[in-house]
């Protein structure tokens, strides 16, 4: 007889998910997504002023900041039909850039490698076969067994004291945890590195965008970073040189210690290869921005369906009718009213409250559908879409991750791997690799153009009596985010934001058809019911952001309700 689960919430995410799978013969056989919050901030931007929707929608989350501030600004410039300077595209390239090297850090260590990783396991891990696992893997300097048992005298200590800290809480010592000591101490040692790193990235952001989290430095038209080689009081090239330095040093971590760590764990764990793949049909958008019109990217997009490669399309511009003319929300299992399917354009929010129905409504997060079809996003979806379209450094690197897992799995394993829980993590950690690469591409871009005399950061924007209307996309750590808006005479008459997790953590469509958590979690293995760690790999190899995703407010700021999260 089928068991029922609920994880009600999710942890180590933003924003407030529950999760409920039947589980019978070990597996599960059905799930349901469920965001917990209303998001509401599309109410919140009626009647403004274009100009100042990205300031507003940045609080849509407190991780995910950046992110909606460039989708923003996009949306109002494509619906004016505004180019920015060139200098502006580099800056906000590099913006994208290090602020997706954090994110995806911080994703790995902090938020889903303790589903992989036993802390208490490290204890037993012998340093100097810890030290020779870790440099079989990369040259970092730090793989010294002197660290790894300086590391191990640390844990034990916390063990010691009963007071994990972030260790706390974790299902150690759970049957479907299957790393070697060693590799859990290797993991445990680079998890405490990776807090500086993420600093690292968070300082260099900082510098070039003036805050963060909540960058200051854009604006419909360009940026307003000041461009001044010799100024003290702009961006010169002290704080130039400085931005460098960091994300050299961060993309240094990531190729050394973050990738090779997570292709440690994709073949430590090889049996878990085959679970988790759920939606195949996969979407990106193009991103890293090459010149003024937005038309040449250094990152692709398009769709593949049913997991063909050979079904790939592109998506080649910032104004590519492909992407504008087939995306739909579909509301049927959704708490609002109604049960339409509508082009954000056209869409309303109008909240409809239930109690959780298994058939009925039972999320406050849509579900978005291209050409009818769920899809997955993410940066697998971008990797397997560049793949497909003979993108030749992301076919390189891709290649190259596959063989380090193939040489320490002992088996040999292509693409195909990367519809998984497991591929996912490959994937990110690819695409931070390259991302590393890209924002000192970038940099040299933006260095090279200001060496000609180009200072030029901004356009001002003309708003024309009457209705324009834009979209404006992103690919950000989670995968594709769109914003769409409609403006009237010059101010907001609707707006409305399609996020990564809407598109992966949506509920059922009119058709019944499931979301990619959903679609996902079917076939996984549930060793123990009670500890469902397995259901959290696969859900947290999602990157789940669910504040993005869903929101609540009150008008006269009382306190709603308090969750005390375990």
């Not at 260790?167 to 070697?180: D, E, Q």
Request: aromatic share 8%; charged share 20%; with cysteine.
């Amino acid at each position: 007889m089928a068991q029922r689960i609920t994880i009600d919430p999710i942890t180590r995410i933003e924003g407030h998910l529950r999760i409920d799978a039947e589980v019978d013969g070990g597996q599960v056989t059905k799930a349901w997504s469920s965001g917990q919050m209303w998001r509401g901030i599309e109410t919140i931007l009626k009647g403004r002023d274009p100009r100042d929707a990205w300031l507003f929608t940045q609080r849509i989350c407190g991780v995910c900041t950046t992110v909606h501030a460039l989708a923003s600004v996009r949306a109002v410039e494509n619906a004016l039909k505004l180019e920015i300077p060139l200098n502006a595209q580099y800056i906000r390239n590099i913006v994208m850039a290090i602020h997706a090297l954090q994110d995806h850090i911080v994703h790995f260590y902090v938020l889903s490698a303790l589903d992989w990783v036993d802390v208490v396991s490290a204890l037993s891990a012998d340093p100097k076969k810890t030290a020779a696992l870790a440099n079989s893997l990369s040259e970092w300097p730090n793989n010294s067994a002197k660290r790894f048992a300086a590391v191990q005298g640390k844990v034990k200590a916390l063990v010691e004291s009963g007071q994990l800290g972030p260790f706390a809480n974790g299902y150690w010592g759970h049957p479907a945890m299957k790393l070697p000591p060693e590799a859990n101490l290797m993991a445990v040692s680079h998890y405490l590195e990776s807090l500086d790193y993420q600093r690292k990235a968070t300082q260099a952001l900082g510098i070039i965008s003036g805050k963060n989290p909540h960058i200051q430095n854009l604006s419909v038209g360009g940026v307003t970073t000041a461009l001044n080689p010799d100024s003290d009081s702009a961006l010169n090239m002290e704080r130039l040189y400085w931005i460098k330095q960091l994300i050299q040093e961060v993309r240094g971590f990531i190729q050394q210690v973050y990738l090779p760590d997570v292709v440690a764990v994709g073949a430590l764990y090889k049996d878990w290869l085959p679970y988790g793949a759920g939606v195949t049909n996969y979407l990106a958008v193009p991103d890293m921005v090459l010149n003024a019109k937005a038309t040449e990217f250094d990152l692709p997009g398009g769709t593949i369906m049913n997991g063909d490669l050979g079904t790939v399309k592109g998506i080649t511009s910032f104004n590519d009718d492909y992407f504008r003319d087939n995306v739909v929300e579909n509301i049927a299992h959704a708490w609002y009213k109604g049960d339409w399917s509508k082009h954000p354009y056209e869409e309303d929010d109008v909240p409809n409250y239930t109690e959780f129905q298994d058939d009925g409504k039972y999320s406050w997060i849509k579900a978005p559908r291209f050409q009818g079809q769920p899809m997955q996003v993410g940066p697998l979806s971008q990797m397997l879409v560049g793949y497909a379209q003979g993108h030749k450094p992301i076919i390189e690197n891709v290649n190259n991750a596959l063989s380090l897992v193939s040489s320490v799995a002992g088996v040999t394993v292509g693409p195909e791997v990367l519809h998984s829980t497991l591929g996912r993590h490959v994937a990110r950690a690819v695409r931070a690799s390259m991302l590393g690469d890209l924002a000192l591409k970038h940099w040299d871009l933006l260095v090279d153009n200001i060496g000609k005399g180009d200072l030029e950061i901004f356009n001002k924007p003309v708003f024309p009596q009457g209705e324009q209307q834009g979209y404006g996309i992103h690919e950000a750590p989670r995968g594709v985010l769109s914003h769409w808006v409609v403006i009237q005479d010059g101010k907001i008459k609707n707006y409305q934001c399609v996020v990564p997790s809407t598109w992966n953590a949506g509920p059922r469509d009119e058709k019944g058809v499931a979301g990619p958590y959903e679609a996902s979690l079917l076939g996984n293995p549930v060793a123990d019911a009670e500890k469902p760690l397995e259901v959290l790999r696969t859900i947290h190899s999602f990157d789940p952001c669910i504040a993005c995703a869903v929101h609540t407010v009150d008008a006269n700021g009382v306190e709603l309700s308090k969750v005390k999260a375990l």
